[in-house]
């Protein structure tokens, strides 16, 4: 066989060879394609029904794997942003609910004790001062939602500073002393004589305090037992407010401090709150970069534990 023979099938076979090659790519292409629109099409159905669905692609190619890896990520934020969206919408509506039927309450019985003083003149100082705590509830709500609207929005200005804990939660003792007394409440209350200093602020404290007491007396009432003891350890100081009522279901401990969460009472104006005092107390916390931890075991105990951090001398 001539040389030139040689080279003539040489470059056919090279010929065939390109030709192969092109057509693999272009099927290798056309596939590409194809699963592109696949993904394409797959995602706006997605998009267009708002359903949970993730793109699904069947395929060995790990950049089109990857690819779809990265777009379902997306998917997921977007949802839980979605569900987030809804979440909040929902409980601002409620909460919105709630406080105008709370509000609504009180003043329709204010209205109705001053139609009744116009009527029985003799009564006024008596009704006047219904009218006045019936009024000031109104006030105290009023002020519950702002405080906790400027919390959400960031807009509450705290400044850190040293605190006497000792001193703070004997303050807060004494302020319940009368009505404890009244209810026939057994008090437990250890505190070191040692002084405990913790970072805060002593007005966000005291309203923690003030908060978690009402909210053990409200709704730890058929125990009869309020109990507040302070502890430490290297970094931080815990003080836990405890109750022996009805305590709080597992299945609430995530939710008790979302706005508006009641117990099951929440027929019962005597001992019900507004939904707002474990969420504001929350907040509060957080922002002296502490936190509120609850442990609850219905009827036997339920303890809401402050967690501050603790200061040198």
């Known amino acids: 066989m001539s040389s030139s023979t040689i080279i003539f099938f040489l470059s056919i076979c090279i010929v065939i060879l390109v030709i192969i090659v092109l057509y693999q790519q272009f099927i290798f292409r056309k596939g590409i394609q194809k699963k592109l629109m696949e993904i394409s099409n797959n995602l706006i159905d997605i998009l267009d029904t708002n359903n949970e669905k993730k793109v699904m692609i069947f395929t060995d190619n790990k950049v089109l794997i990857d690819l779809v890896s990265q777009i379902n990520r997306l998917l997921e934020d977007c949802q839980k942003i979605r569900v987030d969206f809804r979440r909040s919408e929902i409980s601002s509506k409620k909460m919105l609910s709630n406080i105008s039927h709370d509000i609504k309450t009180p003043m329709t019985v204010i209205l109705g004790y001053l139609e009744i003083i116009q009527l029985n003149t003799h009564e006024e100082n008596k009704m006047l001062t219904k009218v006045e ?49 009244q209810k026939n409440f ?45 502890h430490s350890d290297k ?4 003080i836990d407010v405890t109750d022996k009522g009805k ?30 005092g474990l969420t504001i107390a929350k907040n509060l916390a957080i922002q002296l970069g502490g936190d509120i931890i609850l442990d609850s075991e219905p009827n036997i105990r339920t303890t809401f534990t402050v967690k501050l951090r603790k200061l040198s001398y």
């Open 247 to 276: 305590g709080i279901e597992k299945a609430f401990a995530k939710t008790v401090f979302e706005r508006l969460f009641t117990m099951e009472d929440s027929r019962n104006r005597d001992i019900q709150g507004n939904g707002l």
């Open 235 to 238: 970094k931080y100081v815990y």
């Open 133 to 181: 705590h019936k009024a000031q509830k109104v006030m105290d709500l009023i002020n519950q939602f702002f405080t906790l609207a400027k919390l959400e929005s960031g807009d509450t200005d705290i400044e850190l500073s040293k605190v006497n804990i000792n001193e703070c939660c004997r303050e807060n003792i004494l302020d319940f002393y009368d009505l404890l007394t």
């Open 186 to 230: 057994q008090v437990d209350i250890e505190i070191p004589e040692e002084i405990i200093f913790v970072q805060g602020n002593k007005d966000a404290l005291q309203r923690i305090l003030f908060n978690l007491i009402s909210n053990a007396i409200k709704y730890g009432s058929d125990g009869k037992y309020l109990g507040i003891f302070i």
